[in-house]
């Protein structure tokens, strides 16, 4: 385990009704705000009405992004950042799901750049040391941004999909109302749930390092979390209690805690992210197709007691199976999830895609190591034939 230091200054209105704090948190950094939002569901559910609301109310001056896509575009950033910097925008305010905030984060960021197009950070062609203040309001639980440091932005042009990291990109403020996910579609409930796995399987826990055993249970009392919730909150989209639940494991996936001091190898979303690049799909979809997978081809005698404790303490496996048996039986359960429970389709193909780009994503996906470090090491074959495994 390395040395870490815990930081993580965002401030967390949870709960019903916490709205009413927004004016007053926004004014902290001044009086323009740029309210950033996508396709409408906002407007839909009431909650850009409120939001608008509240910030009148404290005498704020509005601008707007609309329109931020799934799987969110650089162009777009570009746009937004444009707005800042005509404008002497203050805060921006991202009202949404994990697109809106990651264009929230790279707008911030890119308003501080000489240049105009954000893809010049992204790519670390330049650097920037500072960036506007952010503040969110979650509408969607999946990604963590609205406590973490990371964007994920897609260039369709080059088909990228890239994160960028930022010294001051975490929320100042993010509001966290469980009734503003209500309306969230079950397969966005689907895909979230997935989503919020995954960071925990991503940030050290399939690992055959033993580096913290208090980190490792607390994981698996996230992903049992999930394992409860998300099928309550596909059944009954309004049970407050399991949106809930959810909510806070997003947040607590991905906000450092469970991980800082860990190695982080990222492993499911160097794929996935390849995935969204090519095809433009769904984030947690691709993951759910890839995770079984990945596990299956890399189980054997060394990965398997890591994979079996999984299967125990989240499923339920029993511990008096051999290694591989409960390893295989602990995939038959996260399988049975992610394509019966929580009705995901379990393939590439039902997404379209085929396997013209295999290769080039597989190559892409090792990046400049040429291969995948973590729980074993993957090479640009290996990678390639998980990705075959998908189809
Ligand atoms: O655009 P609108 O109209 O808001 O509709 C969205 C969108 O169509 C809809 N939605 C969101 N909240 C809703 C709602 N519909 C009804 N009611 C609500 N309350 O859901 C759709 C998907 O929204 P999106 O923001 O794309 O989903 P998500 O939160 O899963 O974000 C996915 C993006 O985040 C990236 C992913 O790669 C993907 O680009 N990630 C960001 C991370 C980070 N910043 O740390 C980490 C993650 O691993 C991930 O890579
Ligand atoms: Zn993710």
Known sequence: MENFVFYNPTKVYFGREQLCHLGEEALKFGKKVLLVYGGGSIKKTGLYDRVIAELKKADLQIFELAGVEPNPRHTTVNKGAKICKENGIDVVLAVGGGSVIDSAKTI?????????????LISRKAVVDENLPIMSVLTLSATGSEMDVGAVISNTELNKKWTIFGPDLRCKVSFLDPTATYSVSAYQTACGAVDIMSHIFDNAYFSNKDEMDMLLRIQEEVLKTVVKFAPV????PDDYDARANLMWA??????????DGLSQDAICHRFEHELSAFYDITHGHGLAIIIPRWLRYILNEQTAPRIKRFGVNVFGVDEKLSLIEGAEKALDCLEEFFFDTLGLKSKLSDLGIDE?????????ACGRLGQINGFTVLSIEDTEKIYRMCL
Not at 356 to 364: E, I, P, V, W
């Open 108 to 120: 911030a960021i890119t308003a501080k750049y000489d240049g105009d197009d954000c893809w010049d």
């Open 233 to 236: 909150a596909l059944e009954k």
């Open 250 to 259: 997003s947040s607590w996936a991905l906000n450092g805690f469970l991980y």
């Open 356 to 364: 013209s780009n295999l290769a080039t994503m597989a190559k892409n």
